[in-house]
């Protein structure tokens, strides 16, 4: 049984910076691993996504403030997140999946139980 759980949220104030990790059990071998975020009343949205080949892609909105890596040795994910904005504040998700299109939650079979961001201005 594949297992992820998240931490590193906290509450930062604009310009600030947070890396978020996911701790990942279970055999994931063949799996993308990706960042989601939600914020409240709001859908749960693809933010990036790094591939076994280790290629990477991530959302408009925070291409180059973050980053997305993994440590295979310490079975990790992380989130880098610089240059956080308010609009950044929401919970913050780790998935594993197998779809097509890194940013669909239906890809991902996956789910850590989430970490929160807050950011203040």
């Known amino acids: 049984q594949v297992q992820l759980v998240e931490s590193g949220g906290g509450s930062v104030q604009t310009g600030g910076s947070l890396k978020l990790s996911c701790v990942v059990s279970g055999y994931t071998g063949s799996y993308c691993m990706g960042w989601f975020r939600q914020a409240p009343g709001e859908e749960r949205v693809g933010i990036a996504a790094i591939e076994r080949d280790g290629s990477t892609s991530y959302s408009g909105p925070v291409k180059g403030r973050f980053t997305i890596s993994t440590d295979d040795a310490k079975n990790t994910v992380y989130l880098q997140m610089n240059s956080l904005k308010p609009e950044d504040t929401a919970k913050y998700y780790c998935?594993?999946?197998?779809?097509?299109?890194?940013?669909?939650?239906?890809?991902?079979?996956?789910w850590g139980q989430g970490t929160q961001v807050t950011v203040s201005s």
């Open positions: 998935a594993a999946g197998v779809g097509d299109s890194w940013w669909d939650v239906r890809g991902y079979k996956y």
